[in-house]
């Protein structure tokens, strides 16, 4: 059974930035897709951004230019640099796997759905 655990939330002022890190255990897919969803409170989950085995990503168009999603194999820890911090990056973030790719996806996840998720560590930017 595998495992995620982020880490790296916390309160910033607008414009801040913040670097969230999900530690990953146990085996999942032989080929996967790792990224990141937020939820604001009251609302769904939605994509942030994902990367996949080949180290192609996919990012939702209100991150583009100021998030960057990259992974460490070795270390089994995937990373969410936040920059340029908004108030409505505030939510809970959380770390999840999928298998396939990227590939064909615009919109800050993978092809298919996520099997694994994290218990999700929360960011509060304020203005």
């Known amino acids: 059974q595998a495992h995620l655990v982020e880490s790296g939330g916390g309160s910033v002022q607008a414009g801040g930035s913040l670097t969230l890190t999900c530690a990953i255990s146990g085996s999942m897919y032989s080929r996967q897709c790792m990224g990141w969803f937020r939820q604001v409170s009251g609302e769904e989950r939605e994509g942030v951004a994902a990367?996949?085995?080949?180290?192609?990503?996919s990012y939702a168009d209100f991150v583009k230019g100021r998030f960057t999603v990259s992974q460490d194999h070795a270390k089994a820890t995937l990373y969410l640099q936040m920059n340029n911090l908004q108030p409505e990056d505030t939510g809970t973030y959380y770390c999840?796997?999928?298998?396939?790719?990227?590939?064909?996806?615009?919109?800050?996840?993978?092809?298919?759905?996520?099997?694994?998720w994290g218990q999700g560590t929360q960011v509060t930017v304020s203005s």
């Open positions: 990367i996949d085995d080949d180290g192609s990503t």
């Open positions: 999840a796997a999928s298998p396939g790719t990227t590939r064909g996806t615009d919109a800050g996840w993978c092809e298919n759905s996520a099997g694994y």
